[in-house]
């Protein structure tokens, strides 16, 4: 890291997401990647209520809940002349009722794939990383 950088950091809360046996990943047309949902924790917030706040925001469906902790873990870049820092800490949660939408944001595309596809079309390996630390809950304690 140059020493002339500056440093941001950011705490982030987001989820892996499942309805049945497919995950949500949102789609941002203008940079043409592939994300899981996520986004800043706000002061007050927890990371569990910031990332059900986020997810439902950037994909548009309201019923949520958590089923798991994923855990949390560092993610450092450098964007814009500046070194980031992110705490990114991972939720798996499930999707009740996909027919239950609100607004979300015009910039996501909300997608559903299985889990091989998720991982071919991530766009970031960290991200891979958090579907496949979501899989082995899934499979032993039997959510979907």
Avoid: C
């Amino acid at each position: 890291m140059d020493d002339s950088m500056d440093i941001k950091l950011d705490e982030i809360a987001g989820g892996v997401v499942l309805s049945g046996q497919n995950i949500l990943i949102l789609f941002i047309p203008v940079r043409k990647e592939y994300r899981l949902p996520k986004g800043h924790i706000e002061y007050g917030e927890t990371p569990a209520e910031a990332a059900l706040r986020e997810v439902s925001e950037e994909s548009s469906y309201l019923d949520l809940h958590i089923l798991a902790d994923l855990g949390t873990h560092k993610v450092e870049f450098n964007r814009n002349g500046r070194h980031v820092v992110n705490s990114e800490h991972y939720f798996l949660m499930n999707l009740d009722n996909e027919t239950h939408r609100g607004s979300g944001l015009a910039k996501f595309e909300p997608r559903w794939m299985s889990w091989d596809e998720a991982l071919e079309k991530l766009t970031f390996e960290g991200e891979k990383q958090w579907v496949r630390r979501a899989k082995p809950f899934i499979i032993s304690n039997s959510f979907s």
